[in-house]
């Protein structure tokens, strides 16, 4: 049964469409997308369907090959490593810029972002929640630039992919959060880089699990 959708901001009701499906692993790994049938599939022209998927393309969901169009991009342990370690990068170079410089009011809306990621109780909770609070941990540092590419980071994205639907270690995610936020409040740039350090190796730890249950990809 075909999905309508309506005219206004088609192009990104298209895009929210076509992530979310790729989000929940409605499309395989390795899968061809044909832009003819999801523009039928959808009612909308080729233009959107094509903007979207050129989208999804920069963020790592989907990998295109010349003459040969676009496929679903698979999660491996080999890719999601590569993705922890810039991520781990950038966030302690955030933390070298921003420890110890952040303002009370900054500090406070950190403490509120962490206290979202407890309330979480679903997945979409929870995605929502964890992107916003390190989002705001990187947006500390002043850099917009650096803020701008971990938002494209692949590996956050990844790790929706590899959760499907699921919230896992919930408990132990939302303390590594609290001591990260203690560390910046406490000025200690050492503890911050510790934290951080830990928070990163557990989320590699449950994907690499999650991909070695799924067979060595997702």
Do not use: C
Not at 13 to 27: G, K, N, P, W
Not at 36 to 52: D, F, N, W, Y
Not at 66 to 93: D, K, N, S
Not at 105 to 130: V, Y
């Amino acid at each position: 049964m075909a999905t309508t959708l309506t005219a206004t901001s088609l192009h990104d009701q298209v895009y929210e469409e076509l992530r979310a499906r790729l989000l929940t692993r409605r499309h395989v790994p390795g899968e061809k997308l044909s832009l003819h049938e999801l523009a039928a599939e959808l009612g909308v022209s080729r233009s959107p369907v094509h903007h979207a998927l050129t989208r999804l393309v920069s963020e790592g969901l989907l990998t295109v090959k010349a003459r040969r169009g676009y496929f679903v991009t698979p999660v491996t342990a080999a890719a999601l490593a590569e993705g922890y370690e810039v991520r781990l990068a950038l966030e302690l170079h955030a933390a070298d810029r921003a420890v110890g410089q952040v303002s009370e009011e900054d500090l406070r809306a950190f403490r509120s972002l962490l206290d979202d990621t407890a309330a979480a109780i679903s997945h979409e909770q929870w995605d929502g929640a964890n992107a916003a609070f390190h989002e705001h941990q990187i947006d500390l540092a002043g850099n917009e630039l650096l803020s701008r590419f971990y938002r494209e980071l692949s590996v956050n994205l990844m790790m929706q992919v590899i959760r499907g639907g699921h919230l896992e270690d919930h408990a132990s995610l939302v303390t590594e959060h609290r001591r990260i936020v203690e560390a910046f409040e406490a000025g200690h740039l050492d503890e911050a880089e510790q934290a951080i350090g830990a928070h990163v190796e557990t989320g590699k730890r449950i994907a690499l699990e999650a991909i070695e249950r799924a067979g060595g990809v997702l």
